[in-house]
């Protein structure tokens, strides 16, 4: 049984609008340490064209996942918990676990990517102080923690300022590097200079951190007082606005510096700028206030993650402090593993991991949206319609094919532990209270096949079990529900029916509490079935109104199974529905079994099949087949016993089942035995017997009585029965 997951509570108040909100956290990351420290780097090695290749790519992606985020933040009510939010209730838990903890761990290490940024640039503004690189990036690490454990209030406040400061230092670098542009320059640096170990892909992983910032906002969906509005307008306001500045940054390193210098290890915008203070400080706010976003973000994905208790360990951290609910014990986590990060490594050794872990997450968040649109889901009704399903799909695979083009390995590894994880959550049979797509899907995919096969004429080669098992309270007799299962073998539908007799208007309440009933006992019996319950004043109505109407299309049921009775008051009902079933051409099955043994109990020896006549043969060999199958019966031998007069050509007779064995591709010993009393004959040369397939015709009114005495002596004989009457739609040479 699974543990139950619940919606994660709304916060108690609206907080943001989209410029504080949205717009301004994710143009801050996206103006953060990669552009003042490593931007340099990439335009020396590939060249203007190729720099501005890779921020085409680069922004390609997050311009298809900024609509994807737009189509499905604009069909739901957004709640905490940003990327995890929208593909849980989209993809379902299982993709949502998959990528909280990705995405959870990419934005906690990203704190430690600007802080080791930060370090970088304190030590070049203030050299011989003493302290080492990781010494000042901890110091940083425990300045941003302190200022989010406070609240994300006082931090998004504090951004505007940090705003101003980072627009007016990129204004210095552009001003000081058009004085000193010359076209010469430019020219030299249009072309590309790739070394062995770097490539066009090198510059791209190192350089795509820098446009991750579009998921800052969407971390801060819970605090959004708008969720639908602000996170699309402000996203692509701040792709719009930092492609305009990386551009342009581009372009002016291009035309004021010489390769040398772009390939060197200095402070080189800080070189070019009008005002190296200007810059110092801007870098100081970017790589502050990156980490300051990646901090907010990453708790509160991790709160609404633990908050829908898909793992119970974790619920320690989806408590909330405060009347906002701030994730506080989610920030020290966070606080850790940027620590971890910051002794671990470098700034060139961190962006590559981090760029792996946020192509996995933007891919999946455009196949959110591929397949919400695939579905065709009725409730799939966002405001934001500017995005199609071809769109989306194209952003899923782009992803993946710069993972693998980046470091074929590293994204292998990352796809293992996906699947790993996605599988570990799978197996805990998480049960929430939300929908997704995969149901929408399904139902597509559904509709489409019934209506093909509806176009499709029908062919016994196509030939599956539908079994309808007429049980009661299938409770009270799981033995015909757990054959009904092995005889579909997972090739068919079952459905299990009860019929209740009495006035529907007055039984409503029962109706529903008896299916209710049911579908407990398919899923605590594990069964791949569907309950159907029915009212009628006569059961023979009743029984009438299940084969008229149960099923749709071509996957109405073709068999009706029945329990055998010894009732003498139940003979008339069980004799006019075998009647019924022929005469709407339904093969039968009816089972003889000792229903005080254990359900689903496999008895000792042979799967036997009295062949008696070609005409039900076909469908008693193949259910047998079927039966076989299943894992409780792969052991048993299934053996044909075969009687014949003492007069008949034994060889002619052998030959022939062989042959007819060989053409339907089943392997079976043979019996043939020469008698004049068949049922002595069987039973003796059917022992040890685990189950006994025997074939009948449904009887007229005037036969009735006599059959079902004929039939209770081969029901008596050992071990379980199964009487079959085949109405003709089985071949087994098909």
């Known amino acids: 049984m699974g543990t139950q997951a619940t919606e994660a509570a709304d916060p108690a108040d609206a907080k943001f609008g989209t410029f504080g909100g949205v717009f301004t956290p994710s143009l801050l990351t996206i103006l953060g340490v990669i552009m003042f420290l490593r931007f340099s780097t990439v335009v020396g090695h590939a060249g203007l064209w190729a720099t501005l290749?890779?921020?085409?790519?680069?922004?390609?992606?997050?311009?298809?996942t900024g609509l994807s985020i737009s189509s499905i933040?604009?069909?739901?009510?957004?709640?905490?918990?940003?990327?995890?939010?929208?593909?849980?209730?989209?993809?379902?838990?299982?993709?949502?676990?998959?990528?909280?903890?990705?995405?959870?761990?990419?934005?906690?290490?990203?704190?430690?990517?600007?802080?080791?940024?930060?370090?970088?640039?304190?030590?070049?503004?203030?050299?011989?102080?003493?302290?080492?690189?990781?010494?000042?990036?901890t110091l940083t690490n425990i300045v941003v923690f302190?200022?989010?454990?406070?609240?994300?209030?006082?931090?998004?406040?504090?951004?505007?300022?940090?705003?101003?400061?980072?627009?007016?230092?990129?204004?210095?670098?552009?001003?000081?590097?058009l004085a000193q542009s010359s076209p010469e320059l430019l020219t030299e640096n249009l072309a590309a200079r790739w070394t062995d170990d770097i490539s066009f892909f090198t510059m791209f992983a190192l350089f795509f951190p820098a446009v991750t910032g579009i998921m800052a906002g969407v971390n801060m969906s819970g605090d959004l007082r708008n969720p639908g509005r602000s996170i699309p307008l402000g996203t692509f306001a701040a792709i719009g606005v930092s492609s305009l500045i990386y551009a342009a940054l581009a372009l002016l390193l291009a035309a004021s510096s010489a390769r040398t210098e772009l390939w060197g290890e200095g402070f080189l915008v800080k070189d070019k700028a009008w005002s190296g203070a200007l810059v110092y400080a801007g870098v100081f706010c970017a790589t502050l206030s990156s980490a300051l976003g990646s901090m907010m973000g990453a708790p509160r994905i991790l709160q609404a993650f633990a908050r829908d208790n898909v793992f119970r360990r974790l619920r320690y951290f989806g408590q909330g402090s405060g009347k906002l609910g701030e994730p506080r014990r989610a920030v020290v986590l966070t606080f850790l593993i940027a620590q971890a990060g910051i002794l671990a490594g470098d700034l060139n050794t961190i962006a590559p991991i981090?760029?792996?872990?946020?192509?996995?997450?933007?891919?999946?968040?455009?196949?959110?949206?591929?397949?919400?649109?695939?579905?065709?889901?009725?409730?799939?009704r966002p405001t934001f319609r500017l995005n199609h399903w071809s769109i989306a799909l194209c952003g899923a695979l782009g992803c993946m094919a710069i993972m693998f083009l980046i470091a074929p390995l590293w994204a292998a590894v990352a796809l293992l532990l996906a699947g790993g994880l996605y599988t570990a959550i799978a197996r805990a049979e998480i049960l929430v209270q939300w929908g997704d797509v995969d149901s929408g899907l399904a139902y597509q995919?559904?509709?489409?096949?019934?209506?093909?096969?509806?176009?499709?004429?029908?062919?016994?080669?196509?030939w599956r079990p539908s079994i309808l098992a007429l049980s009661g309270g299938a409770w009270t007799r799981p033995h015909l529900a757990h054959y009904a299962r092995w005889l579909s073998a997972g090739y068919g539908i079952v459905s299990i029916g009860q019929l209740i007799r009495g006035d529907l208007e007055k039984l409503l309440d029962r109706r529903r509490e008896a299916e209710s009933l049911l579908r407990k006992f398919i899923r605590e019996?594990?069964?791949?079935?569907?309950?159907?319950?029915?009212?009628?004043e006569n059961i023979r109505e009743a029984?009438?109104?299940?084969?008229?109407?149960?099923?749709?299309?071509?996957?109405?049921?073709?068999?009706?199974?029945?329990?055998?009775?010894?009732?003498?008051?139940?003979?008339?009902?069980?004799?006019?529905?075998?009647?019924?079933?022929?005469?709407?051409?339904?093969?039968?099955?009816?089972?003889?079994?000792?229903?005080?043994?254990?359900?689903?109990?496999?008895?000792?020896?042979?799967?036997?099949?009295?062949?008696?006549?070609?005409?039900?043969?076909?469908?008693?060999?193949?259910?047998?087949?079927?039966?076989?199958?299943?894992?409780?019966?792969?052991?048993?031998?299934?053996?044909?016993?075969?009687?014949?007069?003492p007069k008949a050509d034994i060889a002619n007779v052998t030959a022939e089942m062989k042959q007819m064995l060989a053409d339907a591709?089943?392997?079976?010993?043979?019996?043939?035995?020469?008698?004049?009393?068949?049922?002595?004959?069987?039973?003796?040369?059917?022992?040890?017997?685990?189950?006994?397939?025997?074939?009948?015709?449904?009887?007229?009114?005037?036969?009735?009585?006599?059959?079902?005495?004929?039939?209770?002596?081969?029901?008596?004989?050992?071990?379980?029965?199964?009487?079959?009457?085949?109405?003709g739609d089985v071949s087994l040479f098909a």
């Open 53 to 64: 290749a890779i921020l085409l790519a680069a922004k390609s992606i997050t311009v298809v």
């Open 73 to 137: 933040a604009t069909n739901m009510k957004v709640k905490g918990g940003g990327a995890y939010y929208l593909i849980s209730r989209s993809l379902g838990v299982e993709f949502g676990g998959v990528i909280a903890v990705f995405f959870y761990v990419a934005q906690a290490v990203a704190v430690a990517l600007y802080a080791v940024g930060f370090s970088e640039a304190f030590l070049s503004a203030f050299p011989g102080n003493g302290l080492s690189l990781r010494m000042v990036a």
């Open 146 to 177: 302190v200022c989010v454990y406070i609240g994300a209030g006082w931090t998004i406040r504090l951004q505007y300022g940090i705003l101003a400061v980072l627009l007016a230092s990129i204004a210095s670098i552009a001003a000081g590097a």
């Open 354 to 380: 981090i760029t792996m872990f946020f192509l996995m997450t933007y891919g999946t968040v455009n196949l959110a949206c591929f397949y919400e649109s695939l579905s065709r889901n009725p409730s799939f």
């Open 445 to 462: 995919r559904a509709r489409k096949a019934l209506l093909r096969l509806e176009q499709e004429r029908y062919h016994p080669k196509n």
């Open 525 to 536: 019996e594990e069964l791949d079935a569907f309950p159907v319950v029915v009212v009628e």
């Open 543 to 645: 029984i009438e109104t299940l084969l008229q109407s149960h099923g749709i299309g071509g996957v109405r049921p073709n068999t009706v199974l029945l329990g055998w009775s010894e009732d003498p008051e139940k003979t008339g009902v069980f004799s006019e529905t075998l009647r019924l079933a022929k005469r709407m051409q339904r093969s039968l099955i009816v089972i003889g079994c000792d229903e005080a043994a254990p359900a689903g109990e496999v008895l000792p020896g042979a799967i036997n099949v009295w062949w008696s006549s070609p005409g039900n043969g076909p469908l008693m060999l193949l259910l047998a087949f079927l039966l076989k199958r299943n894992r409780q019966w792969r052991s048993h031998p299934l053996r044909i016993i075969r009687p014949v007069v």
């Open 665 to 727: 591709r089943i392997e079976a010993d043979l019996v043939i035995v020469t008698t004049d009393e068949p049922l002595a004959a069987v039973r003796q040369a059917m022992r040890p017997s685990a189950v006994l397939f025997a074939g009948f015709e449904p009887p007229d009114d005037d036969a009735a009585r006599n059959l079902t005495a004929w039939l209770q002596e081969i029901i008596d004989l050992p071990g379980d029965v199964i009487l079959v009457y085949n109405a």
